[in-house]
């Protein structure tokens, strides 16, 4: 996918969203597709969200995917990202792995009830 850096943004990125679950390791809770990335915070109009008044990636609503609690089946490697709020899968070694992803994220309800 051609990514095309604007400044300090990147477009037409896909952000993958992940959260620990309560058993224990990580689990993919959702993503935006055709994302812009920020380089740096963006500041939300005065009053819009109080606790986090900035954004780093936004998308159209269409293109994004919350999954719920009971179908977060996609769990993360134990040497992905760790405690890190960011990890850049693209430099993870093993790529099956990342193919894996994408189709998760190319036709998640499948996947959810391959599981």
């Known amino acids: 996918m051609q990514k095309n850096i604007i400044d300090n943004k ?10 620990k679950q309560p058993s224990g390791g990580e689990c993919i ?10 380089r740096n915070l963006i500041d939300l109009p005065r009053g819009t969200r109080r606790d986090k008044p900035f954004y780093l990636f ?16 996609f769990d993360l ?10 990890w850049y899968a693209q430099e993870y070694p093993n ?18 009830k391959k599981r």
């Open 95 to 112: 790529k099956n792995f990342l193919k894996e992803i994408c189709r998760y994220i190319e036709n998640p309800d499948v996947y959810i």
């Open 77 to 86: 490697p134990t040497d992905g990202p760790g405690q890190s709020n960011v």
């Open 10 to 19: 990147i477009e037409n990125v896909t952000v993958v969203l992940f959260a």
């Open 58 to 73: 936004k998308a159209k609503t269409t293109d994004c995917r919350l999954i719920t609690e009971d179908s977060r089946i």
């Open 29 to 38: 809770v959702g993503w935006y597709k055709n994302a812009v990335l920020h």
